[in-house]
């Protein structure tokens, strides 16, 4: 399997989703080998991770980000790095009997397309997003497009993580929908770490107890990410309920933009920058926030909602998400409505019962996921085409 | 004593509330009118039912009360959807006129506003019973005598109310843990009342026709009007059969093709074929039988789903807490005497509302989507606070402190 990211070093949701996936695969059985472009100390007891260099994560991310696509062939580091992948997949491959090459988003493709052509073993490509989900809904890196299209192609079958991304996969790329199957990530509640008593946020904590009520984001701040329509958004739910902050957690290319926006928007004072976290201060974010938000332009799954419900935070998300196809109990908004979102954010903030209600049939929805599903729809796309090959 | 068949048939449609965002509040004080183009609207589904169901139902039942001398029926129509056909579709009321006018059909006495307002303001609920009644005096030129709450919600307290208010009749859900040994078949009396009477609906033949009759999982489908009537014709121990639905059964929730016009023109003739066989309605039942037992219901019942409690209503917190809302605001805008504030008032307590917050069964596909006009309940939850909020911005307006 061919990856670029897992946990915990990763710069969104892609590392997580592999690895989860993994995971379960290995509890049915499937004996994988991943390969990182870095070299990780993290061990596991499921899978063997191989490394295509000594280089460390901070480093490679430094060259190389898999959500970067803007920066790509603007340094000479990039080929360096993706050849020295593809060279080293290219020859573990024929090292010994592979069923099947599975390669995840547009980095690892040519590795998979060289691996592929020097074996002939089947390739299923998964893809998290595209090019033009990243770029915020314009066509992106023409060279990135291009890579896409041909893994899309030479792969034997495709596995999108929602229906939408499979429809956007076919439009943009033209390949055939019965090429595209869709195996919708998922979340296993147990996995994830539990708040303690006190939350990090103790300022947050304070203005609550004076009666404010709190909105989080937790994103990378990019445009795909829609935190300039939050923001719009935000500035009408302060004029409606002055008591509202919004707690934004992440970094990205927007950070300046978006905090001079809050101050043209007169909001500043609403509006509270949290940076990129993880572990506590990751968890205690949905922890202390009311109603979560991710307004999305294009949100090709989008895990974070349900990892705010297992920390009893209900959500608004937008219909452009995959996660919008299979979580039930949250309020749903289409990106560009903003009048929606204030009325939906405003609708929430001021219904206790409805609160209480969503939390608590979100809570119960979430409890029934498992990755466990997932494997197994992933375990049916390998059995079709190991046949093929035999 | 010859055995009946009390059919019973209940018509309403609610002022569904339309999209209403926060941005209208305190400026569009009409939360009714949907977008021509929206297929939930309150008129396009007044032409919708009308079509598919009120109007080949009326024209189906008054062939039928014309042919068959014994064949009788009972009918509920609520004051909204009452006034909902006087705007929208005045040839449809004229059909249930003229239903009403064969003289074989009696008016079942409910709230106006077919509201829950027994459990939260007596004197409210009051009020509903007698708009109701005078609406349908001026109306259909008759006055009820038998009396049903909304939703059949029905407990020991309404009964009295009902007997001190000089009902001869009230209607229940014949539910077993109420029974008990005993069948539903009969005529009861409702524990600690002098002189009304209870009849109990037999869900299992109700919901044949009203629940199942399409259904082609059912082991029973395809249903015809002959085995039905056998089945009825082999119950022991019986007088009555108290046969209770929506009247939208007929071509709404149970669509034509089913074949259910020509099930309801079957039954009739195939029950009256045996001579000891006859239709009633509710105060015929009432005046004809003798009561067997008294029956005692504490805790309050109603004809919805399996638990048959308010529970669909009132089962979450949201909709515990936009009922609380909706009457907190009873004196201040009673006190008004702006009849328009007061009417939208009443049109929001309709219990169609807070169904549509029901969360019950959504993780699991909802049942009770199908009637709902929104995505979810939460979008329902929304819409009718804005609403409220803008009842509030009403009263504020008019300098009452809110």
Redesign the interface.
């Known amino acids: 399997m061919l990856g670029w990211e897992l946990p915990p070093h990763n710069s969104g949701g892609l590392g997580v989703a592999c690895f989860q996936l993994c995971k379960s695969l290995a509890k049915n059985n499937v004996d994988i080998e991943f390969v990182l472009p870095y070299k990780t100390d993290q061990e596991n007891d499921f899978m063997k991770i191989h490394s295509t260099t000594p280089m460390n994560y901070t480093k490679l991310k430094h060259h190389l980000n898999v959500y970067d696509g803007a920066n790509y062939l603007s340094t000479h580091a990039v080929t360096s790095e993706q050849l020295n992948y593809e060279n080293y997949v290219a020859s573990k491959a024929q090292e010994k009997e592979y069923d099947i090459i599975h390669a995840h988003d547009w980095l690892t493709f040519r590795a998979a397309m060289k691996a592929k052509q020097a074996t002939n073993l089947p390739l299923i490509v998964h893809v998290h997003s595209i090019e033009s989900d990243r770029s915020g809904g314009e066509s992106g890196n023409p060279m990135i497009r291009d890579i896409e299209r041909l893994g899309l192609m030479m792969a034997d079958k495709v596995i999108a993580v929602s229906q939408m991304t499979k429809e956007s996969i076919a439009r943009e790329y033209d390949i055939p929908l019965e090429k595209i199957s869709v195996v919708h990530n998922s979340i296993d509640v147990d996995e994830l770490g539990e708040l303690d008593n006190d939350n990090v946020y103790e300022y947050i904590e304070l203005l609550k107890s004076n009666g404010y009520k709190v909105v989080t984001n937790v994103g990378r701040l990019t445009i795909q990410k829609n935190i300039t329509g939050l923001l719009y958004a935000a500035k009408d739910v302060v004029d409606i309920l002055p008591k509202t902050l919004f707690l934004i957690v992440g970094d990205g290319d927007q950070y300046h933009e978006l905090i001079s926006l809050s101050a043209e928007l007169g909001i500043l004072q609403n509006v509270i920058f949290a940076g990129f976290q993880r572990g506590k201060k990751w968890r205690d974010a949905f922890g202390i926030a009311d109603l979560f938000v991710m307004p999305s332009v294009s949100e090709p799954f989008g895990i974070t909602p349900l990892e705010a419900i297992n920390y009893g935070t209900p959500s608004l998300i937008s219909y452009q998400s995959g996660v919008s196809e299979i979580y039930k109990n949250c309020l749903k908004v289409d990106f560009w409505d903003k009048d929606e979102m204030v009325n939906k954010i405003v609708g929430f903030l001021r219904n206790e019962g409805l609160a209480k209600t969503m939390r608590q049939m979100a809570t119960e929805e979430i409890m029934s996921m498992t990755w466990d599903k997932s494997a197994k729809a992933t375990i049916k796309e390998y059995s079709k085409h190991k046949k093929v090959l035999a | 004593m010859k055995k009946s068949i009390v059919l019973y048939l209940h018509a309403h449609q609610p002022y569904r509330v339309k999209d209403y ?3 209208e509040v305190g400026k569009n004080h009409d939360y009714f009118s949907w977008d021509d183009s929206d297929p939930n609207g309150n008129q396009k589904i007044i032409d919708k039912v009308s079509e598919k169901s009120y109007i080949p139902t009326n024209k189906k039942l008054i062939h039928l009360l014309k042919i068959y001398p014994d064949f009788k029926l009972s009918l509920s129509i609520t004051g909204t959807l009452i006034t909902e056909l006087e705007k929208w579709a005045p040839e449809v009321l004229q059909s249930f006129v003229d239903l009403v006018e064969t003289g074989k059909v009696e008016i079942v006495a409910e709230t106006y506003h077919h509201s829950l307002a027994f459990f939260y303001s007596l004197q409210e609920f009051e009020i509903q019973v007698r708009m109701h009644r005078e609406k349908i005096e001026s109306v259909f030129g008759q006055t009820p005598k038998v009396f049903r709450n909304t939703e059949l919600a029905y407990n020991n307290d309404l009964a009295m109310w009902a007997d001190k208010s000089g009902y001869k009749g009230i209607l229940a859900e014949g539910w077993d843990k109420v029974l008990g040994w005993r069948n539903s078949n009969h005529l009861y009396k409702p524990i600690n009342t002098q002189n009304i009477k209870l009849l109990m609906k037999n869900y299992k033949l109700s919901d044949d026709i009203a629940f199942r009759f399409g259904n082609r999982n059912w082991n029973e489908w395809p249903l015809t009007a002959d085995k039905y009537i056998n089945w009825i014709n082999d119950s022991q121990d019986s007088e009555i059969f108290n046969l209770f639905m929506d009247y939208e059964t007929f071509g709404e929730h149970q669509w034509e093709d089913t074949g259910i016009f020509d099930f309801l023109e079957n039954m009739v003739p195939i029950w009256l074929k045996d001579e000891n066989n006859t239709f009633m309605t509710v105060s015929d039942a009432i005046d004809s039988y003798k009561v067997v037992d008294t029956i005692d219901v504490p805790e309050t019942l109603t004809w919805a789903d399996t638990e048959r409690d308010l529970s669909a209503w009132l089962g ?7 009922i609380k809302a909706i009457y907190s605001l009873s004196s201040k805008i009673l006190g008004t005497d702006d009849w328009s504030l007061i009417e939208d008032w009443r049109r929001l307590q309709t219990s169609d509302h807070f169904y549509y917050m029901c ?1 019950k069964y ?2 699991d596909g909802d049942i009770h989507a199908y009637f709902s006009p929104y ?5 329902a ?2 819409n009718f ?2 609403a409220w909020h803008d009842l509030r911005f009403r009263l504020n307006e008019k300098g009452i402190e809110i």
């Open positions: 965002s926060v941005f979450n917190a949201m909709q515990q807490q936009a969360t959504f993780n995505k979810t309940p939460y979008d939850t929304i606070m804005n």
